[in-house]
């Protein structure tokens, strides 16, 4: 078996379904995909409950909502400069290319929806292809610090720009949904939870035996 589809099953085997990402509504995924930036998943969930509370989580509620209204739900996610007003625009965004009806928003290629996202204020390759992965049911591989950190340290690949991670892991792996949001769940988990940036375990991990960094340790 090729060695990133056998890290995938032993993963899978150790941790088990991650069940990511825990959004109720492809909106709310976006939403969440869109303040994750430079924070922890749990002052995202905190702003995204504040914002349900708030009946703003609803395409055009966010995109009529003035900005400081927005902030005052959202502050917790950190770039409060930013983040409130990005919101906004990207929600008034959805309501002019579809109207807010997402299905319809991202029935376009995978390319031209990537290319739609990437366009807008503070979407990069990680979040653009986040949201088409968890928002859009579009199956690209989302590449994060995680993925480059543990590829890396396995050997997957020599290489530490998006695309070509991305290009490895679609050629690898079947192009299949699932798949690539349990994979990008289980690196996340494995990143902070066995494969840490600091001292990793090494000795605890299931894919030692596959690692050129862990069998490396090992002698
Ligand atoms: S063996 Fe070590 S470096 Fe390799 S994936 Fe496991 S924890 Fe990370």
Known sequence: ???????????????????????????????????MQQTSWRNVEVAIRNLKRARLLEVRALAEAPVPAIRRHVQIAGLYQTKPARLRAFCRHLLDRSGGDLTRYFARPTDVVRADLLAQSGVGPETADSILLYAGGHPVFVVDAYTERIGGRIGLFRTGEYRAIQRYFEEQVHRDLMTYQEYHALLVRHAKTLCRRVKPACAECPVESLCDFGRRRKR
Do not use: S
């Open 1 to 35: 078996m090729d060695r990133a589809r056998a890290v995938y099953e032993r993963l899978l085997d150790y941790y088990g379904p991650q069940h990511w990402w825990p959004a109720e509504t492809a909106f709310e995924a976006i939403v969440g995909a869109l303040l």
